[in-house]
């Protein structure tokens, strides 16, 4: 009963901090609204939630790994993919190693593979997070993407470093040949499982959907639970349960560019997964939040069992471990750009060194969040003979005072380094754009016109000449289109700002939908005609949105 409890007032708390986000324009940015309505609720309520370790990273990281794999845009991963590996994987590696070593030489209450193990955790970053923190700035496109894509594949490599590291921890012996051989097992292993499960069930659902008709709810509730399916498969054979719910993203992104799938489907899916990625984001950081009191009692105890009597040393450990983070960051980020400029222009006889500020704001950038959380909460409660896992709740403490003193700091620091710094500007291909559209239109055009032309499966019986009247105005929209994208007078507004354009459409969509209402309150028009009404305008406006 408490754990149900518990679980609606983290849902209620993840909630009630977007209003007060919004209330408060988004300083501070609503990951630290959330901690702090997690802090309130530990403080003001008795209810304290107490997950397994293993089952809290089973219920929050499948489908979020999954989200991403499934969102993130294709091409500009292939464009930044050295940038990116450089970041997900070399980042990772050396952040273990030396963070991990600094972390044993300078906390003596923390053991080696322990250390090691929290460095793991600490490695993967939360661009989620830090979307939210420069969001009323403007992070450019393609820094937000290399972020996105590092994001995505160092959630995987960190996780397979943590485990490493527990194992070492567990059996005390770590073999460097034994670890490389599980890697690649692991690593490929993990992908095959999850492109595999995600295409024989596209493959599935394709064949009942063409047999039996689509069933928008069956598909959503599929889609939710392959991600699951992945990561569980992948774990009974041992393969990176992280890599195969990433990989089974990835192919969900390429099925459904096949377009078999009803839209309202994709519409409809779209929202449950919006409202699932913000409700498990915002549960994980109210649970910060909530047990924070808790961390900080264990870690207090487990500094003054290495012998320092003053619960000071935990901030002196948290702020170096912080500013460890951010040194490696920026010099791993420094190098990475100086070395693919040589890669790029090898011929070029000096090559300018990278815009500090811009190397800084992909530093403070790197803040860490859901996946620090959970994969350090994973680690196990006890050794095998039974006793404790040495320095947990400390390594507890240290990862969660990571991630608040990361927001704080990017809170507060990204936006006025994305002021200053020199970033390029985002030049998008409007014109690829437009002649994407053009085809669209064309390709439109010709298929009413082989509609108009065949009677024979037309969905009533009509005269030809009402026919005919029907195909013409349809038709007549996407000439007008096509006069838009493509105006005989060159000096028209085919190049125009589109959000000028997207201004008018709303206020006409917005226009619509208050008259609905207004007609439906007045019983001019009933529920049923009102609610299809609303929704042809809300499919209507949801592109816009974007």
């Known amino acids: 009963m408490d754990l149900f409890v518990g679980t609606l007032l983290m849902i209620l708390g993840a909630v009630a901090s977007n209003p007060i986000a919004r209330l408060l324009r988004g300083r501070p940015a609503l990951p630290i609204v959330q901690i702090a309505m997690g802090a309130l609720l530990g403080a003001f309520t008795n209810i304290s939630i107490t997950l397994n370790p293993d089952l809290f990273l089973l219920m929050f990281l499948p489908p979020l790994l999954f989200l991403d794999g499934w969102r993130v845009p294709k091409d500009d991963l292939l464009q930044n993919a050295p940038t990116i590996l450089s970041l997900a994987v070399g980042l990772v590696v050396v952040t273990v190693l030396g963070i991990g070593l600094i972390i044993h030489f300078t906390i003596p209450a923390v053991p080696l593979v322990v250390a090691f193990a929290l460095a793991a955790a600490l490695a993967p970053t939360d661009v989620v997070a830090a979307s939210a923190m420069a969001k009323s700035v403007g992070m450019p496109r393609r820094l937000l993407h290399v972020l996105e894509g590092e994001a995505l594949f160092n959630d995987a490599s960190g996780l397979v470093c943590l485990r490493f590291a527990v194992v070492a921890a567990l059996t005390g012996g770590f073999s460097f040949a034994g670890a490389l051989g599980n890697f690649i097992w692991l690593a490929l292993g993990g992908v095959a499982v999850g492109l595999a499960m995600t295409w024989t069930i596209s493959r599935i659902k394709l064949w009942v959907s063409l047999r039996y008709g689509e069933d928008s709810s069956v598909q959503i509730i599929v889609s939710l639970l392959m991600p699951y399916g992945a990561y569980l498969l992948a774990e009974q054979l041992g393969c990176s349960a992280v890599l ?24 409809r899916r779209k929202a449950l997964w919006d409202t699932l990625q913000f409700t498990l984001n915002g549960i994980v950081f109210v649970l910060l939040g909530e047990q924070l009191p808790v961390i900080l009692e264990g870690a207090v105890r487990s500094v003054r069992e290495s012998g320092h009597h003053n619960a000071g040393w935990l901030v ?7 500013i460890a983070l951010y040194v490696l960051r920026f010099i791993w980020g420094w190098i990475a750009v100086i070395v693919s400029r040589l890669i790029r222009r090898p011929m070029v006889g000096q090559i300018r060194g990278p815009e500090l500020k811009l190397i800084a704001v992909m ?8 996946v620090t959380l959970a994969a350090v909460l994973s680690l196990p409660l006890a050794l095998p003979d039974g006793s404790p896992f040495p320095a947990r709740d400390l390594a507890i403490f240290l990862a969660s005072a990571v991630i608040v003193i990361s ?33 669209t239109a064309h390709a439109a055009l010709a298929a009413i016109s082989l509609a108009a032309d065949d009677r024979g499966k037309m969905p009533t019986a009509s005269s030809d000449t009402g026919a005919l009247e029907v195909a ?49 309150h007045d019983h001019e ?11 042809e305008v809300d499919l209507g406006e949801v592109p816009l949105q974007n």
């Open 244 to 267: 195969a719910a990433v990989s089974a993203g990835m192919m969900m992104s390429h099925v459904e560019i096949g377009g078999t799938t009803l839209a309202i489907t994709r519409v």
């Open 316 to 322: 002196v450990y948290a702020l170096g471990l912080m």
């Open 363 to 370: 530093a403070v950038a790197g803040v860490r969040g859901a």
């Open 407 to 439: 927001l704080v700091v990017a809170n507060i620091a990204l936006p006025r380094l994305l002021q200053s710094a020199e970033i390029p500007v985002d030049t998008p291909d409007r014109a690829r754009e437009i002649s994407a559209r053009i085809r």
């Open 472 to 520: 013409a105005a349809v038709a007549d929209i996407y000439q007008r289109r096509l006069q838009r994208l493509a105006p005989i007078d060159p000096s028209q507004a085919a190049d125009a700002d589109p959000s000028i354009e997207r201004h008018f459409r709303l206020a006409a969509l917005r226009a619509e939908r208050t008259t609905i209402i207004m007609m439906a």
């Open 525 to 535: 028009i009933g529920s049923e005609l009102a609610h299809r009404l609303l929704r």
